[in-house]
């Protein structure tokens, strides 16, 4: 059974999805659309929360079988 989320891995996350987004819209607004900028933001963003979330669910799983 997976576990809540930590509150740091949770801001993490939410750093994460939120400043990429802006980052790209702030530098790149005028050369693209919104559009444009949401699919690149989650095309980089989806990679990076997955990872995020294997390292948790791989500590879950190794602490499980330690005990």
């Known amino acids: ?3 809540k ?3 740091r891995r949770a801001l993490l ?3 994460i999805m939120s400043v990429i987004p ?3 819209f702030a ?3 005028e050369k693209f659309s919104v ?3 949401l699919i690149t933001s989650t095309l ?3 990679p990076v929360i997955r990872w995020l979330d294997d ?3 791989y500590r879950e799983w190794i602490k499980k079988e330690s005990k």
Do not use: D, H
């Open 27 to 29: 530098t790149c607004s």
């Open 22 to 24: 802006t980052l790209l």
């Open 35 to 37: 559009f444009g900028i």
């Open 55 to 57: 390292r948790q669910w």
């Open 44 to 46: 980089i963003n989806w």
């Open 1 to 3: 059974m997976r576990t």
């Open 5 to 7: 989320m930590s509150p």
């Open 13 to 15: 996350t939410a750093a």
